[in-house]
């Protein structure tokens, strides 16, 4: 048995052996394809881009003819090189550079040799492609920009990466993909699926037709047209007002978490990052470090929220039974705590919560985080109970919108204390500044609006998104889905009537809009850099969230301008106006339009830069100085050595 055990095992072995070559050779024909893919060209058609549409059908970005030059260096036989670059206006060195380059990614395949040629260039070239053996026109599709704002929601597109190639094999050298934005997130809607000829050569390279009569072949879809939430007309209006300014404005339809605007500044025209000049004009937005038009400031940025965080605090307070509606706090121009003092600038006397929110009193929510945390055995617990209530608002974590980048900002724990305040040490009266949106807590722009849209709601949101429809399918089931926050719907009302205060009463009284009862709270957080090594406080930020109307909200809304000082001054006038363009579709008030646009904080922000490079240039001068005195002391210790050589210093 153990004779015939080795001579089976070999037998068999070579049986499976066999078989697997049959079917690799004979029946796999697809396999076939590729080992005999130097005697088969392989010619992509690259579909158009899906167009993007705003949620009124306005067109919004379209596509434009883009010719690119191929090269398979495999191919080159012999060519007139001085012809060649002076056609297409390159050195000699150029092409070596760029045919090494084509050599390393693939001697036998096609790679771009040039990109994005104009009409004129390529009208040019096909004249005389049939000279230059190897080369080869490949026709794609550039975006055409309709609509010249909201490079931020639209991202850019450039060409595909090794690092993406060697991740996706969908794509070859040169293709062209989205990257940030809804051209990023979108990308397998709007790309559609390139179609693939395999043209058969003969011993001689010539294209004698389609290989196995095209049964390898597949056409070429087109992407899928897309409609944003977006209202073109309120993003323009937004940017327009945030001229010479920075910082964020994001519009929210509460019922259905719909994002209507996404202003994000200072900003740039889309259409600089298309064609040939699109590296260059990339690179100058890139190094821009002081402006950063590249840095989405309504999603990425974390600010501390100020006065608006007085809203979760009352609503958490209410929750907890720590006040009710008719609790009243005496406000002394501020109030004690511990051996602290808060200071309040809503002119003192007893507030109750209408009014609290209204004239935005320290003291009043200052105290309402004290008892609230005080009903609890301890502080670390209170803390707890109250992040979880934040939580429920989406705060605290990234809120799972459909664009590519974003920040979850910070709601602290007890966690978050134990280091600062180890066994049990933690006490209220030393975060009570979380109160009033300061202290550790950081929130986004679009977690402002989104706050603001669930209290327009009365304690619910559906999560925030850009877009509306996809042609031919459903958006994503999560875009649907109701989030009802911790908050018994009970408190909402008289919070929300509060709100409504601010504008007839309250700190932003001289905002109100004809016709239009706006909920709306100021804001002013405090503003810190590290300067020379040294904490300096700087101009304020100004912040203003709002809804509107008070019953039936159609429009939630967050402002943020960086170093705009008082909520109402500067963050205030724009809300009124966004609102008044939205739900009006016009301006009334002129005047505070006029004073919006021409109001330019540049000053403010060329300050903070002077502070800036001084400070670097001081820091600069101490280094330089301490190395001259680094050498001269060792320059010193070697001459007493008796060294001859003093350059060994260096």
């Known amino acids: 048995m153990r004779k015939l055990l080795l001579p089976v095992m070999v037998i068999v072995s070579a049986i499976l052996i066999i078989a697997r070559l049959f079917y690799l050779q004979i029946i796999d024909e697809e396999l076939r394809l590729k080992s005999e893919n130097i005697s088969i060209k392989i010619k992509y058609e690259y579909p158009e881009r899906g167009y993007i549409f705003d949620r009124k059908g306005e067109l919004l970005v379209a596509n434009q003819p883009s010719y690119d030059i191929m090269v398979v260096p495999r191919e080159i036989k012999k060519l007139d090189t001085l012809e060649f670059c002076k056609l297409l206006g390159i050195t000699k060195d150029d092409f070596k550079k760029r045919i090494e380059k084509a050599v390393v990614y693939s001697p036998l395949l096609p790679s771009v040799f040039m990109g994005q040629l104009n009409k004129m260039e390529y009208a040019a070239f096909q004249e005389k492609e049939r000279k230059f053996d190897g080369f080869y026109i490949q026709k794609r599709s550039l975006r055409d920009y309709q609509f010249h704002h909201g490079a931020n929601i639209f991202g850019f597109i450039t060409q595909a990466n090794e690092r993406i190639i060697e991740k996706n094999p969908y794509y070859k050298s040169g293709d062209l993909l989205g990257k940030q934005g809804v051209e990023e997130m979108y990308e397998e809607v709007l790309r559609g699926q390139k179609g693939v000829k395999h043209i058969q050569r003969d011993r001689f390279n010539r294209e004698i037709g389609l290989y196995k009569e095209g049964k390898y072949d597949t056409i070429a879809v087109q992407g899928k047209d897309i409609t944003l939430t977006i209202d073109s007309k309120l993003q323009q209006y937004g940017e327009q007002l945030m001229k010479n300014k920075r910082g964020g404005i994001i519009a929210i ?35 821009d470090s002081l402006a950063k038009p590249l840095y989405d400031r309504s999603l990425l940025a974390e600010y501390p929220p100020g006065s608006p965080f007085k809203i979760l605090t009352a609503l958490i307070g209410l929750q907890k039974g720590a006040i009710d509606t008719e609790t009243g706090v005496s406000c002394r121009h501020g109030f004690s705590y511990g051996r602290r003092f808060m200071r309040c600038h809503c002119g003192g006397g007893v507030r109750k919560l209408h009014m609290g929110i209204a004239k935005s009193c320290n003291a009043y929510f200052g105290t309402t985080y004290l008892r609230t945390l005080g009903m609890f055995p301890n502080a670390s617990q209170g803390v707890d109970y109250w992040s979880d209530h934040l939580k429920s608002f989406g705060l605290g974590q990234f809120m799972g919108y459909d664009l590519p980048t974003g920040r979850k900002g910070n709601i602290p724990t007890s966690k978050t204390y134990e280091k600062y ?13 979380n109160s009033i949106g300061q202290g550790e807590i950081l929130m986004t722009p679009i977690q402002l609006a989104n706050m603001m849209a669930t209290i327009a709601n009365r304690g619910y949101y559906y999560t925030p998104h850009i877009i509306k429809k996809i042609k031919g399918q459903q958006i994503d089931k999560k875009f649907r889905t109701k989030h009802v926050t911790t908050i018994d719907k009970k408190h909402f009302p008289p919070v929300v009537e509060g709100l409504a205060e601010v504008f007839k009463t309250g700190t932003a009284y001289f905002l109100g809009v004809e016709g239009i009862e706006i909920c709306g709270k100021t804001g002013t957080a405090e503003n810190f850099a590290i300067i020379n090594g040294k904490k300096k406080q700087l101009e304020d930020h100004s912040i203003f969230v709002s809804f509107a109307p008070k019953n039936n909200p159609k429009i939630a809304l967050a402002v943020f301008v960086e170093n705009g000082g008082y909520g109402a001054t500067t963050a205030g006038p724009i809300t009124s106006l966004m609102i008044e363009k939205y739900l009006k579709g016009k301006v009334s008030n002129k005047y505070r339009e006029e004073s919006v646009i021409n109001k330019s904080l540049q000053h403010q922000y060329n300050k903070f830069t002077r502070k800036y490079i001084d400070s670097m240039y001081k820091i600069r001068l101490r280094k330089d100085s301490l190395n001259r005195v680094k050498a001269k002391l060792k320059l010193d210790s070697i001459k007493k050595a008796g060294s001859t050589n003093p350059t060994k210093t260096n």
């Open 253 to 287: 339809e509460p019922k259905t978490g719909e994002i209507l605007c996404l202003v994000t500044a200072p900003t740039y025209d889309p259409a600089i990052l298309v064609g040939r000049q699109r590296s260059r004009n990339y690179t100058k937005l890139y190094n």
């Open 421 to 433: 305040y180890p066994n049990g040490s933690l006490k209220s009266t030393m975060i009570v500044s």
